[in-house]
Every structure is written in C-alpha cells, then in structure tokens.
C-alpha cells in the first residue's frame, strides 16, 4: 500500500572549491573522486526504492562565495546528482524532485560590496542598517544568486525548479533564493526558509574591509608628489591661484593640478577633506610611502567595531523581511499541514534579541524575536548546518516539541587536507505526513570503515498546535473536489487501499447531486463500484428511489459474483461535521472529533445498507419466495465498505 510519503535528501555545508577541479579532472585525489563517486551511488539506490521529492541544500554550497567555487560546485558535483534523477526517472516517469537552496556564511562575498566600511562603522545599529539597505545586502549573495538562476534556465534541469511558476512561492525566494517561503499544497507541506548569513563576514572579510579603509587616501612617492584618488595614482603637475579658462574668475581660490583634472580647495571639493584627505590647511602634504592619513586613534577605534563584528550569538535572520502574514494565513487555513523551517546557523548564533523575546518592564515584546520564536513553535522541523555536528549527535526539542535536527558537514573546508573526507555525512528524510512522523536516514563516511547508516524514526506531530476548519478552507475543498474528482479519486483508491491493480476508472455518464459514481477494473477477477461524496446533502440523496434503482441496475449489468460497492465519503461532508472542525482544538482533541464523525457515518451507512437491501428484495417477483430470487443471489455477494476520509488529505 503507498503511503502519504514526502522524502528529503538534505545535504548541508559542502564548501565546495575551485580548487576540488584539478583534483577531480586529473585524478589527483583520489580519495575525494571515490568520495563523489559513491554518494552518487547511494542517492541512486535510495531514490530507486524511495522516490525523492525535495533536495535540500541548506547553505556553505561553496567554499568562498566566488563564481569560480559555483562553477566547480555546479560542474563537478551539483550537475551529477541532478542527472541521476533525470536517468532514472526517465524510465520510470516519475516526476523529478524539487532543489531548494539557502545561503550560509561561506556563501557570502564581500567583494561584491561597496559598504564594508560605513556596515562596519555603523556600530549597534546594524539590524536598521539590514532593514534600510536590503538590496546592499544582496549584493554579497550575487555570486550564489546569479549560479542559481543560470542553472535554473538550463533546459535539462528547468524541471528542479518549476516551483518557481507556483503562485505559492514567496516573490522574495524566486527573486534572489536567498528567504522566503514554499508551500506544497498537495502534499500539506509549508516550508520556511530563513537566511541567517546577512552579518557574516566570509572568508576574505579583513581583506575587503582594510582595502577600503585605506581606499582613496594620500601617498607620496620618493622625488614625486602624488595623489590617489580611487586606488589611482596621478601626478600633482601645478598648483594654481586661479583655474586657467575658469568662467568665474573673480574669486582667488586655490586649484591642484592633478594630471588632467582640477580640484577646488575648500569650496566645491571641500570633501575632499574627508574622504581623500588631500588638502590639510590649503596645501599638500607629503607624506612616507608607507604612511596613511588613517590617524591612530582613528584607527583604534574602528578595529575595536571590526572586533565587535563577532560570528557567534550575532547572526540575525532578517525576519523583517519575512511575509510573515502570508504564513499566517497558511497556517490558519491548512493548520494540520507539516511545517519545516531551514536556515543555515542553529538558532543559538542568533542575536540574543532576534530570538528570545523578552518583555520589558513597560511589558512591550521584541516584535522580531516574537515572530522568530512564533516560526519555530509553530514547526514541525527544523533544519540547520554550520555547526559540522558529529555522525552520533542526536536531534534536540526546542520551543514547543520542535524537532531541532543539527546538520553533518558533507565536505570541511580544507580542500588541501586528507581529513577533509571523514567523519563527514548527510542524510535521507522521510515524513508520513499523515501519522506526523518523520525518519531519518544518516549516511556518515567514516574513515577507512566506508559508509554507515544509523536510522531513527521520531513523532514530528504538535500536540498543543491550534487546528480548525476555517471557512475558506472548506470551500476550497469543495472546488479541488469538483474539478478533480476522478484524480482525487484514483489517488485514494491506490494510497489509501491498495489497489495497485486497478486497470482503469471510469465516471458514469450520470449525475446525481452531492454523488458521484465510478467503474473500476482490476487485472485481478473483480469489479468494483466507487461512491464518492461531494456535498452535505450525500446521505440524503442516497436514499432517494432514483439512485437506489440506477444502483441496483448498475450491479446487475456487472454480472459478477462479486462486486465491492465501496464509499469514499470525506468526513466534512457528515451532518454536523464542520461545526464540530470549525471550533478550534489541539491535533489530539481534533483526532476525537473524527472518531465522532466515523461513528456518525458508520450509524448512516449500515441504516442506508438495510434500506437499499430491503427496496431490492422487496421488487421479488410476489410468486417467489425473496430469499430464492436472483436478486438476492446476486446481492448475496454484493460487499459494501464504507470509508471515511479526512479532509487534511484532500490536497
């Protein structure tokens, strides 16, 4: 029997390097080649015998954020993985899986900026300094975005990414890959991407930021007086009292000469002063080769900010530029629907007031860290990396019985190094989005042992999560039932049932309102008839004489001993049933009320069965005896079964 299975192949920190190219191509390291070589083994084995719907890659994708670490990641390892589903789904037919991608620390590059210095000088106001220059900050993921978006336009892997047609996808994520939110309506699936590498320095951060200290400042070479202006050196040729062919002339203001250009003293480049520090007092200073115009206690002070510029505790997530209303609205509407949030650093890298929210004595909350901690309460899972958690180390709860698993790294960033290749792993996940459970699959490489694989499977369920039937969801359920009954249908026929053999499914041609009616045929010799609900008033139009007298013909054209007549009846369509899921409860409070409803439709359909069995004995021809009519003999074998589905599986 199939199950409501989403599987997840999630892979973290993988800090792939251009370096790893001559490696690979030439055989280098051959260690790392047979590395590559049996991961793809073991994605392909896995994905044969359960299909994978999600890949997962949750930040550190290359080693230094640079588009030549990109094109190594997408060339040497990323493009091999994704063509192993491409071959094997070609023979199959089933649909590729979705990649979905966040950035972490490693995927930041710093010299895709121009604000290093005024971010680092902007002291305790860093969080506004985020909010104010968001499209600044995107800068430094230029690198990342551009790789992503260009594969995504590559005509073999577009199918990866046709998410991003679904209106169900954040602008914000199909704009850059860097935040936003997924929701997978047909597999009650929300997914929260959260970035957290907005304040990380990167790899080549001290670099970037000294070079722009000493950008655009004074030097003076032996013999020669020049100046830079924006890391040029020109030549102070002349100085002039007056500019030669100035339009207004009648002041007697100071002019340098510098190569071709003309720079007023104190007037219209009094700037100057500032930023190139060229003019102190009306005239140049020479200055030692070696020297800048960076005074020391200058200096002090803006390497105790770059100190302060910790990576530990003061990450932050930019959860103000989450659509924060718009998941509301999907948790509101699909409440029971699995949440998984992904970002890259644990929740304990965050700032202490982006995450705790911590009333003040005035009794006001910290509004982000308030929406922050509502995100990860109302996840079933979270996902994170960067902290290269050993093989062993086990998932953690947070906030509310949130399943916290901390991700293995799948490559350390030492490309150099023999050690890169152990005590590495990543793993395989596997949601029953039905029973709220979730299994999940390390595969760790250890040393020369190989690969091992440690299995655990943990309930994923809230508990205390607040679900209800809201109006609008009801009314979508009604509108997905009547475009897409047939497909609905098949569905549960061979996820809920078993009926892998069914040959084919057919409507019948009538109509009857709230019911619809289908053929099936299986290989094996049985026939059955599937009655579907589609509105309130089902169970009273069952017993109508219409239907009751087009089912008895139905059976009797079968011509079969043995016929299933099986309903398929959603339980909100059971009297009383939305006014009871309407109230709001916890899952377990909700399960109860289902109880209730089964017994309800249970009670309907055995007094329905008595009825119909009762008007079809009773059309017996008066000169036989019921129980020796053909009638009876046929219904003798008749099987009715009654099913009762939730409407949490509709999608």
Known sequence: MMKPYVNILWITD?????????????????????????????I?????????????????????????????FRDLFLTRVLDVFIESNQSNGRPLPLLIMIPGNH????????????????????????????????TLFFDYTNFICELAKVRRYK?????????????????????????????????????????????????????????????????????????????????????????????????????????????????IDKEYRVIKGKHYEPIAADDTRIEQPDLIEILKEKDGLI????????????????????????????????????????????????ASSEGSVNKNAKILSDILEQSNLLLTGHEHMPFDFDAELIQENTIHIK?????????????????????????DTERQLMTQTKEGY??????????????????????????????????????????????????????????????????????????????????????????????????TPNFIRYLHDLIAKLQSPNVTVRFLIFDIFVSGAFQLYEKSSTIAER??????????SDWKFNFWRFEYLKTALDKSAPQQTPYASDDFRRLNGVVFVNHIVPYWVIN
Not at 591 to 600: A, P, Q, S, T
Request: with cysteine; proline share 3%.
């Open 591 to 600: 399960n109860m009320k289902l109880e209730r409803i089964v017994k309800i």
């Open 159 to 271: 199918e990866f990414f046709r998410y991003l047609k679904s209106p169900l996808v954040s602008d914000s994520y199909k704009k850059h890959f860097l935040y936003g939110h997924i929701f997978d309506e047909a597999n009650n699936l929300l997914i929260i991407l959260l970035n957290t590498a907005w304040f990380s320095l990167g790899v080549h951060f001290n670099d970037i930021f000294a070079q722009e200290l000493f950008k655009n400042k004074v030097y003076a070479k032996p013999d020669d007086r020049y100046v830079a202006i924006n890391s040029e050196y020109f030549k102070i040729s002349e100085r002039y009292i007056k500019k030669p062919n100035a339009v207004d002339s009648k002041n007697d203001d100071d002019y340098l000469k510098i190569g071709q250009q003309y720079l007023k003293i104190d007037s219209e480049y009094s700037q």
């Open 311 to 358: 990576e530990y505790a003061n990450q932050v997530c930019g959860i103000d530029l989450i659509e924060k209303d718009t998941i509301d609205n999907y948790l509101k509407n699909y409440s029971e629907a699995i949440t998984i949030s992904c970002m890259h650093h644990p929740f304990n890298w965050l700032q202490w007031d982006e995450y705790y929210s911590y």
């Open 446 to 543: 250890m040393s020369n042992q190989g690969w091992n694989s440690k299995k655990k499977t943990r309930s994923i369920a809230k508990a205390n999560r607040p679900v209800s039937l809201t109006i609008e969801r009801f009314a979508k359920i009604q509108e997905i039932l009547k475009s897409n009954d047939l497909r609905i249908t098949k569905s549960l026929l061979k996820r809920k049932f078993g009926d892998n053999n069914m040959l084919s499914l057919k409507r019948d041609v009538n109509n009857f309102s709230s019911i619809r009616l289908y053929e099936a045929k299986f290989s094996s010799p049985k026939n059955e008839l599937v009655i579907v609900a589609t509105g309130p008033e089902f169970y009273t139009n069952l017993s």
């Open 407 to 431: 991700g293995g790294c799948f490559l350390f960033d030492q490309p150099n190094e023999h050690k890169n290749l152990y005590n590495t792993w990543f793993s395989f996940i596997s949601i």
């Open 14 to 42: 993988i800090h792939f390097s251009n370096d790893y190219r001559d490696m690979i191509t030439n055989e280098k390291n051959a260690d790392l080649t047979t590395y590559i070589e049996n991961f793809i083994t073991r």
């Open 107 to 138: 995927d930041v590059n710093w010299d895709n900026s121009n604000f290093c210095s005024n971010y680092v000088l902007a002291k305790n106001k860093r969080g506004q300094f985020l909010k104010d220059n968001p499209d600044e900050f995107e």
């Open 44 to 72: 392909r084995y896995k994905h044969n015998d359960e299909p994978v719907n999600y890949i997962f890659l949750t930040g550190d994708l290359a080693r230094t954020g640079s588009k030549k670490d990109y094109d190594a």
